[in-house]
C-alpha cells in the first residue's frame, strides 16, 4: 500500500510548506508521482483536493495568528500566499463565517492536520516476505519538522550511515529471497498470485521508491559537493536491474520473460535462473548459477558503497596515507617467479630475483618486485591463496627452470589465466607496521584501503574469474612493500 506512505508524505510536505508557493504540482513531486494521478488519490481517499486542503489548513493557521495578534492583517495575508488583503478577507470570512477584523477566540474553526491510517483485513500476508526485512532509509530523519534543523552535510552523514548499515543487513536479505524463489512449497498454484505481489509491486517496487527518493535528495545536495558522485552511476545501473534491465547477457531472455508474464515463475527452471544462488553476507561465497536476485544483490551494493567507502577510507588511513592513485592498462605481458615456504627465507628470494635480474633484455616498463596473489579464478571459498613472488616481464619472456609464468592479455575472459594486464596503483607512506597491519581488516590495511577506494569510485572488480592483487616493493624485495595493485574493469 504505497500510496498510503505516499500520502501522509505529502501531507507532512505540505505541513512544512504551508507558508510557501505551493500546489499540486510541488506535492506531486514531492512524491514522485503525476499531478493528476495524485490528485484523484487524493480526492478520493480524503474527501477534498490538495488546493482546497492547502486552503483550509492556511485559513486555520491564519485565524490562530490573528488571535495571537501575530502580525498586521496584510503581513498575515501575504505570510499565507494571499496576493491582497481583501482576497484573503474574502476568503477568511466564508471559511470561519466571521470577517478577520471581528475574528474573536470561540468564533474560528479549526481544521486539524489529515492523517491517514487505513486497516485492511483479509488478503495476502506479506508482512513477512521480505517487504520489511530491507534495511530501508528512514526519511522522517531528515525530513518535515526535524528536516528543518539539519544542515546538508548532516542529512548526507545519516544517509551515508543508512548505506554501511544496509550492507549489514541487506545481503542476508536476497539470499532468504534466492531461498524463497527456490523452495517449491512456496510456489503452488494457489501462491502464484501473491508470490507477484510480494516480488514485483513489494520488494522491486519498494527498491525503485527508495531509489528515485535517494536520487532527489542526493541531486539536491550534490550542489554543496558533499556527495561522492558516482552514486549516481550506481542507481541508474540498480534501476536498470530492477526494471528489468539486466547488464548480464545470459539473463536477458528470462528476466524480460518474468517481466512480461510473471506465470513464468511456475517453471523451476526459469526460477532457477532468477533466483541464482547464495553468495553469503559478503558476497563472495561461489556459485555454479548467477541469477536475476545476484545481480540485485550486487548493484545494491554498488550504491551502498559509494556512500559509505569515501569515509571509510579515510577512518581506515591511521599511522599512514595514500600516496598516490590511479588506474593503469598495460601491453600484454607475462609474470614470472616463484611461490613456496622456502621463499620465506630471504637467501632464496635474493637468489630468485638474481636470476630476474639476468632477463633485464625482457624488462615489461613496470620492473618492480612483486608478491603476486590471486587464486586461479576461483572464489576465495574455494580456490587456496597462491603467492608467488616475481616481476612483470614482456610478453613472451621465456620462462627459465623451476618458474612460474602467468600471461596478461588485455581480452582474457576465462576463469583464470591469462589475467587482464588492468589494475589500480596505489602508493603509501607511513608506518610499515601500520600499512601491513591485519587487526580489523580482509587482508591487511593497503589490500583494503585499495579495494575500498576501488569501490567508492564505481569500479568493477573482476571477482572471481579475474581476480588478482599484488603486494609492491617500490624500493625491492629486501624493503617493505608499500604499494599495492588490485585488479579491476576498466570502462
Known amino acids: 500500500m504505497y500510496w498510503v506512505q505516499s ?4 501531507i507532512a510536505f505540505i505541513e512544512s510548506h504551508l507558508t510557501d508557493d ?14 493528476s494521478h495524485f490528485q484523484f488519490i487524493f480526492h478520493a481517499v480524503t474527501g477534498i483536493t490538495i488546493g482546497e486542503y492547502i486552503r483550509n489548513r492556511r485559513l486555520s493557521l491564519a485565524g490562530q495568528d490573528l488571535l495571537r495578534k501575530n502580525g498586521k492583517l496584510l503581513d498575515v495575508a501575504m505570510r499565507y500566499q494571499y496576493d491582497t488583503q481583501e482576497s484573503f478577507s474574502k476568503a477568511f470570512t466564508r471559511f470561519h463565517g466571521v470577517a478577520p477584523s471581528r475574528a474573536r477566540q470561540g468564533q474560528l474553526r479549526q481544521y486539524h492536520p489529515l492523517k491517514i491510517k487505513v486497516t485492511v483485513q483479509g488478503g495476502f500476508d506479506m508482512s513477512g516476505k521480505f517487504l520489511d526485512e530491507f534495511y530501508l532509509f528512514d526519511w522522517d530523519a531528515i525530513e518535515g519538522e526535524q528536516g528543518k534543523t539539519l544542515s546538508d552535510a548532516e542529512k548526507y552523514k545519516k544517509i551515508v550511515a543508512w548505506a554501511a548499515g544496509a550492507r549489514q543487513q541487506n545481503p542476508t536479505v536476497f539470499d532468504e529471497l534466492t531461498a524463497w524463489i527456490l523452495d517449491d512449497s512456496e510456489w503452488s498454484e494457489e501462491k502464484l498470485q501473491e ?3 510480494i516480488m514485483m509491486y513489494g520488494v522491486l517496487a519498494r527498491l525503485r521508491e527508495q531509489n528515485a527518493r535517494l536520487r532527489a535528495c542526493l541531486k539536491s545536495l550534490n550542489p554543496t559537493a ?3 558522485t558516482p552514486v549516481f552511476e550506481a542507481l541508474d545501473r540498480f534501476d536498470g536491474e530492477l526494471s528489468g534491465r539486466v547488464a548480464e547477457a545470459p539473463l536477458h531472455d528470462v528476466v524480460a520473460r518474468l517481466f512480461a508474464d510473471f506465470s513464468v515463475m511456475r517453471d523451476r527452471d526459469v526460477r532457477r535462473m532468477i533466483a541464482g544462488e547464495k553468495t553469503g553476507p559478503t558476497g563472495t561465497d561461489s556459485v555454479e548459477i548467477f541469477g536475476y536476485i545476484n545481480c540485485l544483490k550486487d548493484s545494491d551494493a554498488h550504491v551502498q558503497w559509494a556512500l559509505f567507502m569515501p569515509d571509510m577510507v579515510k577512518q581506515q588511513q591511521k599511522g599512514f596515507t595514500v600516496e598516490s592513485f590511479t588506474y593503469q592498462t598495460l601491453p600484454p605481458m607475462r609474470f614470472i617467479g616463484q611461490e613456496g615456504d ?3 627465507n630471504m637467501e632464496a628470494r635474493a637468489a630468485l630475483f638474481h636470476t630476474l635480474d639476468g632477463l633485464s633484455a625482457y624488462r615489461s616498463g613496470f620492473d618492480y618486485d612483486l608478491l603476486f596473489m590471486h587464486h586461479y579464478g576461483l572464489g576465495v571459498d574455494v580456490g587456496p591463496w597462491h603467492g608467488v ?7 613472451g619472456t621465456p620462462v627459465p627452470d623451476g618458474f612460474l609464468s602467468f600471461d596478461f592479455v588485455p581480452d582474457a575472459d576465462q576463469p583464470g589465466p591469462p589475467y587482464r594486464p588492468q589494475f589500480a ?6 608506518s610499515a607496521d601500520a600499512l601491513h597491519r591485519r587487526e580489523g581488516y580482509d587482508c591487511d590495511a593497503m589490500y583494503d584501503v585499495t579495494r575500498n577506494i576501488i569501490l567508492g569510485q564505481g569500479i568493477g572488480i573482476p571477482y572471481p574469474d579475474q581476480y588478482w592483487t599484488a603486494e609492491v ?3 625491492e624485495f629486501r624493503n617493505t612493500g608499500t604499494a599495492y595493485l588490485f585488479s579491476v574493469e576498466l570502462p
Open 22 to 35: 505551493i500546489g499540486i504540482h510541488e506535492v506531486s513531486k514531492h512524491v514522485y508521482t503525476s499531478p
Open 226 to 228: 558533499l556527495v561522492n
Open 473 to 475: 616493493f617500490l624500493n
Open 389 to 395: 613472488w616475481g616481476r612483470f616481464l614482456k610478453a
Open 195 to 197: 508470490n507477484e505481489q
Open 7 to 10: 500520502l501522509s508524505q505529502a
Open 342 to 344: 622456502a621463499l620465506e
Open 425 to 430: 596503483f596505489a602508493t603509501f607512506s607511513g
